[in-house]
């Protein structure tokens, strides 16, 4: 059970992160 909050905690970092590198790509292509 802590290791699938853990993945689910993991998952959601993750989707974070690409929404920045979205965000930060998309200023450089301006």
Request: charged share 30%; hydrophobic share 40%; glycine share 4%.
């Amino acid at each position: 059970v802590q290791t699938h909050a853990d993945i689910g905690a993991l998952t959601q970092k993750i989707q974070e992160d690409s929404v920045l590198v979205d965000r930060i790509l998309q200023e450089m292509d301006r």
